[in-house]
């Protein structure tokens, strides 16, 4: 069993920072990517980045030149540094692992952490 949990969410004000924090536990003998999510009121949920095994990264526009996706493998975790937050960016953000276990492969969510953002 692999469980996933984030932490770091908040409140915070229009061009403030937060540093969101995802964790893997359980019998796990790789990780390929890592990425987070985001899911606003209403909306659909929506990649914001994702970071390969070998540290590739890849960010949706809205996104790029404020957010950094980072990763350590040593500690399963994934990581979201997020500058200059906008309103537009409150919303529940998920992390996902892409896991190995022996031959078994399979995709884990986070519970979700909220991120809101006051103007």
């Known amino acids: 069993q692999v469980q996933l949990v984030e932490s770091g969410g908040g409140l915070v004000q229009a061009g403030g920072s937060l540093r969101l924090s995802c964790r893997a536990s359980?019998?796990?003998?790789?990780?390929?990517?890592m990425a987070w999510y985001r899911q606003a009121p209403g909306k659909q949920r929506e990649l914001v980045a994702v970071i390969t095994s070998g540290d590739s990264t890849n960010y949706r526009d809205s996104v790029k030149g404020r957010f950094t996706i980072s990763r350590d493998n040593a500690k399963n975790s994934v990581y979201l540094q997020m500058n200059s937050l906008k309103p537009e960016d409150t919303a529940v953000y998920y992390c996902?692992?892409?896991?190995?276990?022996?031959?078994?492969?399979?995709?884990?969510w986070g519970q979700g952490t909220q991120v809101t953002v006051s103007s």
């Open positions: 996902n692992a892409d896991v190995q276990i022996f031959t078994t492969r399979r995709v884990y």
């Open positions: 359980g019998s796990i003998d790789t990780i390929n990517a």
